[in-house]
């Protein structure tokens, strides 16, 4: 509901967002308003994808119109009956949709691979009636350089509902047979542990990043300083635990990591906080067994008491980085992007990505010619829509084009293998849809980065 203008932002805890029946309503939320900004608005979704192109507006009046045309298309879904949280991973030439389908006896972790002709046959990973359903904080499923796939989810640990586990498994036979679950955390502590991204560890296997409470632990001594934490850790090819990494001791509380591999190691974007509450976008990269101190992309200088739920994004080419990611510090909501030709280190200017009032949840997959495809979520008409664009590094931007009509807290994917961009979100009723359009036939230098 608009007052006066405004309208509110959900900071929501996360298992108070949209979850199953089993959790709605387990948790109330902590609301922050901000003048402008639409973020709970929004009609019911198109049960296809839809296409239409938007007036752009340029950040300046030297911007460029980077010419680009994209036809998105409706790719039937693998998903069936109530689903939602979609996931797109990317390893080489496999790609791979992951979602959680749910029912009265418990909740499943499927996943399909996009072949030729579609997607596979889904299979399943997990299944249980204390899976932990959250829009925000989705499970996936990927492909590593040697076959094997690993997936994680998130279930419960005990009475409070900020505490939850987070399962890692692996499968050597195409997910036919998982292994047994492994937690990559060994604090004991019953507190959030979640926000996952898994990676192929140089030289080895599985890596991830999470969110990590430990510091947070209502039982704890007395002084601990309450905040959350980035974690990382790496697996040998054999599944043995290498190592248990604390990354950076204070963090956004519930926003989305992103890791990707670049040529000269793996570089992680993730939502920062300092001690006076300024939470912009910060980079860290494992390279040679060891995280770098943090660095920003960009000083947006965004100061908020609360969790805005929204992380950014990173998409790699060899030493050729983009990141892109959401903020409201002047009270309206913004997509950004930026880029780097040094493996993350230094990123170039921000690029404004949206043409009104974003949501953000945005998506990043750089190209082969050093552009980058962003999607985004847009606010204007009274609609809220799934969108994407091209930017090019010199700021110059194509015209936006609507994917798809967006309902309540949704993210949204993308990813891009073998000429082609993968679009998942989630619709309403819950159903997971999907949508791909060409990029033309690819030439042989048009690998694809690896995804989130």
Not at 128 to 135: E, P, S
Not at 140 to 150: E, F, Q, Y
Request: hydrophobic fraction near 35%; include cysteine.
């Amino acid at each position: 509901m608009n007052i006066a203008g405004c309208v509110p932002i959900p900071l929501m805890t996360p298992r108070s967002l949209p979850s199953s029946p089993r959790q709605l309503g387990r948790l109330a939320c902590l609301t922050l308003t901000l003048v402008g900004f639409a973020g709970c608005g929004g009609s019911a979704p198109s049960n296809t994808a839809q296409v239409a192109q938007t007036n752009t507006r340029p950040q300046a009046a030297a911007d460029a119109v980077s010419p680009w045309t994209v036809t998105p298309e409706e790719l039937p879904s693998p998903a069936t009956g109530s689903s939602t949280t979609p996931q797109l991973t990317v390893e080489g030439e496999r790609t791979i949709l992951s979602w959680l389908e749910l029912a009265d006896s418990g909740t499943t972790l499927k996943f399909a691979e996009r072949t030729s002709s579609g997607w596979s046959e889904p299979r399943a990973v997990a299944s249980g009636d204390n899976f932990v359903v959250n829009a925000a904080d989705v499970p996936s499923v990927r492909a590593l350089s040697d076959g094997t796939l690993a997936a994680h989810w998130l279930l419960e640990d005990g009475p409070d509902p900020e505490a939850y586990k987070l399962p890692l498994s692996l499968s050597k036979d195409g997910g036919r047979t998982w292994s047994r679950p492994m937690n990559p955390n060994h604090d004991r502590t019953k507190t959030q542990h979640g926000f996952a991204s898994l990676f192929q560890a140089p030289g080895a296997g599985l890596g991830v990043v999470w969110l990590d409470g430990r510091a947070t632990n209502p039982d704890g001594p007395e002084g601990a300083n309450g905040s959350m934490s980035l974690y990382g850790a790496v697996y040998d090819r054999d599944a043995k635990q290498i190592s248990e990494t604390a990354i950076d001791a204070r963090v956004c509380d519930c926003c989305q990591l992103s890791a990707v591999a670049t040529s000269e190691g793996v570089i992680v974007a993730y939502r920062d906080r300092t001690a006076d509450e300024i939470r912009d976008i910060y980079v860290t990269r494992l390279v040679d067994g060891h995280w770098s101190p943090p660095t920003p992309v960009h000083a947006d200088g965004w100061k908020i008491d609360g969790c805005p739920v929204n992380g950014p994004a990173v998409s790699a080419r060899g030493r050729d980085v983009a990141v892109a990611w959401f903020t409201a510090k002047t009270g309206e909501g913004q997509a950004f992007a930026a880029f780097s030709q040094d493996g993350g280190r230094t990123f170039g200017q921000a690029i404004r990505v949206d043409d009104a009032v974003s949501r953000g949840q945005v998506d990043i997959e750089l190209l082969a010619d050093g552009s980058a495809a962003v999607t985004w979520v847009e606010f204007s008409n009274e609609r809220s829509q799934f969108k994407v664009r091209r930017i090019e590094q010199s700021g110059a931007r194509s015209p936006a084009v609507a994917i798809a009509d967006i309902s309540g807290s949704q993210y949204p994917r993308l990813a891009q293998s073998r000429g082609e961009l993968l679009f998942a979100w989630t619709a309403v009723p819950p159903r997971v849809r999907t949508a791909r359009a060409s990029l033309g036939a690819p030439s042989p230098k048009d690998t694809p980065s690896a995804s989130r």
